[in-house]
Structure formats: structure tokens, C-alpha cells
Nanobody, 124 residues
Framework: QVQLVESGGGLVQAGGSLRLACAAS????????MGWFRQAPGKEREFEAA????????TYADSVKGRFNISRDNAKNTLYLQMNSLKPEDTAVYYC?????????????????WGQGTQVTVSS
């Protein structure tokens, strides 16, 4: 069973940047697609970004396109999310997830393993 542990969350002012990391417990991480999701208080968890197992393909939610960048280092079993130009509406718990689906997917139910989440708070 793959374990995922996020880090890098915190409090930042609007316009600032944060870099989240997600460390996987197994080297099999390198053959699976990965994604980042977030959940704001009182809202459902929603897709933000995904990356193919090779890192050659990425996709983003419209709300973060141009501001967030997903990447991975398979040698380190680590997934990243660089978040720039942060807005108060980006405040949420951010989760990384691993999908065993054949194609990169934005659907929550196609992700099989989840981290515990890391809080990101953006002040205005």
C-alpha cells in the first residue's frame, strides 16, 4: 500500500508563493499518474492539477491555470505543486493522490491513494 505525505503548507499573503511536496513511500510511485486536489471549508474536494507518470503531460483546473505548476521527481518519489500569485480563494486543505488509471484523470473516484492533506491559508 502506497503512503503519501504532503508538506509545505502554511500561511502566506495574497500574491505570494508556496511549494507543496508529496513524498511517496514506494518506488512504484514512478509508474503512476498523480494529482493535486483541494478542499475548502464547507465545499467538496476538487481537482487542481494532474501529471502523467513520465511527467510529460500535465493538466490544470481553470482556476489555477497559469499560476500553479505540477511536477515530479521520480528518482526522489516526490510530487510537487508550485503555487504562485496566490489568492484568498486558494485557501484550502491540499491533498496529493495517486491514480492507477490508464490515462491521466481529473476524477476524484479514479484516484486510489490519498495523503492526509496540508493546510494552505492565503490572507488578503
Amino acid at each position: 500500500q502506497v503512503q503519501l505525505v504532503e508538506s509545505g503548507g502554511g500561511l502566506v499573503q495574497a500574491g505570494g508563493s508556496l511549494r507543496l511536496a508529496c513524498a511517496a513511500s514506494e518506488r512504484t510511485f514512478s509508474v503512476y499518474h498523480m494529482g493535486w486536489f483541494r478542499q475548502a471549508p464547507g465545499k467538496e474536494r476538487e481537482f487542481e492539477a494532474a501529471i502523467s507518470w513520465t511527467g510529460s503531460y500535465t493538466t490544470y483546473a481553470d482556476s489555477v491555470k497559469g499560476r500553479f505548476n505540477i511536477s515530479r521527481d521520480n528518482a526522489k518519489n516526490t510530487l510537487y505543486l508550485q503555487m504562485n500569485s496566490l489568492k484568498p480563494e486558494d485557501t484550502a486543505v491540499y491533498y496529493c493522490a495517486l491514480s492507477r488509471a490508464y490515462d491521466v484523470t481529473v476524477a476524484l473516484n479514479e484516484y486510489d491513494y490519498w495523503g492526509q492533506g496540508t493546510q494552505v491559508t492565503v490572507s488578503s
